[in-house]
């Protein structure tokens, strides 16, 4: 087996056949397509809701810081000194909005930075980038009539998120920093993000618990379609489907029941048919019986008195009794094959010793100088001996026929069977030949002889095999041909009647096969 058949074999079977299940695949669907909408339905809320708290957060603290700022630096004297600087920050920073501010004047280097919370901010805080924008002026113009803007940018100090804004006080007065903490928008965002994730969740679960619906609804009719359709395969061809409604499902099973009708019709058509063709043969069989034996009568005195008649028709008289024991053989091949195809051959089996039984078929045909034997006794086993003796006498015959002597038998038993392996020494069969040596009327005439039975042999041999729960294989050995008979120790139990009986189970003698 190769890499790739293992995989498609371990891919179909197990939990991976269950993940293949049309179910699971519609609700995996659901549940990816309402997965995707929902996260970007999420994604999409949480952004906007967080654009918009922390817009509205720093908003309303700029504007409060410009506010403030711009009432309370009127009261800063012209020379402020660093106590008026700081003053000056937490008046600013004492709005109510919860913010703190750095105050820093160029005009005094000995006060680097006052700051209305000393041990929390300073200078240092604001980042370098904020600190270069808002020293720089813009050129004054119609619709920029200020140098100096106010200027914000959002900063994580120690893990935690504020919004730092910043502006110059014309004309020459101190720079103010704000700085106010965003750690109530973050908690309200975070709050926002579980939900929006429980959401997301709940509408996963809502999506399975639908799909498993959908896929109940629509799955049902393609269940019952799927059982009969195996029970119209196990042969219950009266199994048609209830139609409900217009749908495509209900097309559907209109369809399967148009084909299952058509398919019953055909079948009783067929089965009619080849019944008509078992009785003909069965009867054709038993009416040539009748005057096959009449004539093998008179063949057989024919034979006695053919060394006595004329050396001119001594020929012709042989030709008779040899032509005329070929169509008996032939249609008692006949019938044989009828009662398989009508399922009334039956066994009647005996346990046996095989090594026995071949040593009986050998001495009752005379072919003990010209077959080598391989057969231990005590090698038992339920057969019917009538049968097999067919087999054997089948697979020894065309042996030492088509391949030639010395023709080997070998028994072997394995635990729960026994192998009969038939070889000759012939030159063969060929490759093209193999893969029919089994069929009926089948005979090769390439690379041996021409046989001048009836190409009926092999299959029976083969129908033989069957009924006993085996079988028969053939292939090329070393050298010539090696058939196999592989057959169990107890035969199956019978089936159940078919058909009817089409005539007495005669005695079917060894009959050439190819």
């Known amino acids: 087996m190769t890499d790739h058949q293992q995989t498609a074999r371990r891919f179909s079977s197990g939990p991976w056949r269950r993940l293949r299940s049309l179910r699971v695949r519609l609700i995996a669907v659901f549940a990816a397509v309402a997965l995707l909408a929902a996260v970007s339905a999420s994604g999409i809320a949480y952004w906007l809701n967080r654009d918009a708290v922390l817009k509205r957060a720093q908003d309303t603290a700029l504007n409060d810081f410009r506010v403030s700022l711009s009432r309370n630096v009127s009261d800063l004297p012209l020379n402020a000194s660093c106590p008026d600087l700081a003053t000056l920050a937490s008046n600013v920073a004492s709005s109510g909005l919860s913010y703190d501010v750095v105050v820093v004047d160029p005009a005094h280097p000995e006060c680097p930075a006052a700051s209305s919370a000393p041990t929390k901010f300073t200078l240092a805080d604001v980042p370098a980038a904020l600190q270069s924008t808002v020293a720089k002026p813009r050129e004054v113009t119609e619709s920029n009539p200020y140098p100096y803007h106010l200027y914000w940018q959002r900063q994580n100090l120690d893990g935690r998120p504020f919004v730092i804004g910043g502006t110059k006080v014309l004309p020459n007065g101190p720079t103010a920093y704000m700085f ?115 004539m093998t009568a008179v063949t057989d005195i024919l034979e006695d008195e053919a060394e006595s008649l004329d050396p001119m028709i001594e020929p012709a008289v042989r030709l008779v009794v040899s032509e005329t024991r070929r169509l008996s053989d032939l249609v008692e091949n006949l019938m044989e094959v009828t009662r398989f195809d009508a399922g009334t051959a039956k066994l009647v089996a005996d346990e046996v010793d095989i090594a026995d039984l071949i040593m009986s078929c050998i001495d009752g045909r005379a072919w003990y100088d010209a077959v080598e034997l391989d057969a231990p006794r005590g090698i038992l086993a339920v057969v019917d001996p009538r049968r097999l003796d067919v087999v054997f006498a089948n697979l020894i015959g065309n042996a030492l026929k088509h391949g030639g002597s010395p023709v080997r038998v070998k028994v072997r038993q394995s635990a729960d069977s026994v192998v009969v392996e038939v070889s000759d020494s012939g030159p063969g069969i060929p490759e093209d030949v193999l893969p029919h040596v089994f069929d009926r009327f089948y005979k090769a005439d390439r690379g041996r002889a021409r046989s001048e039975g009836s190409g009926l042999g092999l299959s029976i041999a083969m129908a033989n095999a069957q009924i006993h729960g085996g079988t028969i294989t053939a292939a090329n050995g070393e050298v010539g041909a090696v058939f196999t008979l592989t057959l169990p120790l107890t035969p199956p139990p019978p089936p159940s009647a078919g058909g009817t009986d089409l005539g007495p189970a005669g005695d079917a003698e060894h009959k050439d096969a190819t």
């Open 180 to 294: 106010k903490s965003l750690e109530n928008e973050r908690a309200d965002l975070n709050t926002l993000g579980w939900s929006l994730a429980i959401a997301t969740l709940l509408a996963l679960i809502g999506s399975a618990l639908l799909a498993q619906a959908a896929s109940s609804t629509v799955l049902r009719p393609v269940k019952r379609l799927g059982e009969a359709a195996k029970r119209l395969g196990e042969g219950h061809l009266d199994t048609r489907l209830e139609v409900e409604g217009s749908d495509e499902l209900a097309d559907l099973a209109r369809t399967f029941n148009r084909a299952a009708e058509s398919l019953h019709e055909q079948v009783e058509e067929l089965s009619a048919r080849e019944a008509q063709s078992r009785r003909f043969v069965a009867d054709m069989s038993h009416e040539l019986r009748t005057p096959l034996t009449a």
